[in-house]
């Protein structure tokens, strides 16, 4: 695991972006896996910024969500797929039909594929999925306790990551209770995994992850086990 440690949230956002601008342009078709939340925004935001002013292309890029909420009415503003299509897409030209997210294909009845999964791996796989942390360790919603050999799948949200995640909604009673998310598995079947953690509140976070314990009681630990995996970290959530 390579630790990239930056100054803040500015400088962690336009390092990263400049992380993915040129793996985008060394690999045109390539295949990203994509996060939300408050950390990715930033980033996010210097991606639009690139392509407004050097153009580099989305027109053949693919990219698959780690996770959407359940039980949200149709084009709710909460749902994670209007938060990348308001955040990210609709600033590219990226196909919005090469954008995907678990609960969309999860419906898709008549087709070859029948899972979140074999769907990645018929596109041949993520290249380099982007991933936060939640202050309990989570990564996409895999919470404390999911297996390492998890895939995609609906998942019941700690009361936790419903408080976190309430600033977002109205209210925590507005927060839904389940998910579905990429499996711990799934997201350990990427090529390569880019993980941003930035501000106090990550601190303990971090400082158990790079602790180096492997256990499931800690999900983002599973990451010192792949081969290929960077860590952009501002001083916030490092000392
Ligand atoms: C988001 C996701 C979550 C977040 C994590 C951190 O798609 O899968 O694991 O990355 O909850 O959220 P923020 O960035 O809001 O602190």
Do not use: W
């Not at 990203?32 to 002013?53: Q, V």
């Not at 977002?168 to 598995?185: K, R």
């Amino acid at each position: 695991m390579k630790i990239i440690e930056v100054s803040d949230y500015e400088d962690m956002s336009a390092q990263a972006a400049s992380y993915f601008i040129h793996k985008i342009r060394n690999l045109p078709t390539i295949t990203l896996g994509l996060a939300t939340g408050g950390t990715p925004k930033g980033m996010y935001m210097n991606m639009i910024e690139d392509h407004r002013l050097h153009q580099t292309c989305y027109q053949n890029v693919t990219t698959f969500n780690l996770d959407e909420y359940i039980g949200l009415d149709d084009g709710s503003n909460h749902s994670y797929r209007t938060f990348m299509n308001d955040t990210l897409f609709q600033h590219l030209n990226i196909q919005l039909s090469n954008t995907h997210f678990p609960a969309e294909e999860e419906q898709i009845e008549a087709s070859e594929f029948n899972s979140y999964d074999q769907f990645i791996k018929i596109h041949g796989g993520i290249d380099v999925q982007l991933l936060g942390i939640g202050e309990n360790g989570h990564i996409g919603f895999n919470e404390p306790g999911a297996s390492f050999q998890s895939r995609t799948r609906i998942v019941q949200l700690t009361d936790s990551t419903r408080q976190n995640n309430a600033r977002y909604f109205e209210n925590l009673d507005s927060v839904p209770t389940h998910a579905i998310t990429m499996g711990i598995e799934t997201i350990m079947n990427s090529k390569e995994i880019v993980l941003l953690a930035s501000g106090s509140a990550k601190k303990a976070a971090l400082s158990k992850l790079l602790e180096g314990e492997i256990t499931e009681a800690f999900p983002a630990s599973v990451l010192h086990t792949h081969p290929c995996v960077t860590v952009f970290a501002d001083k916030a959530a490092l000392v």
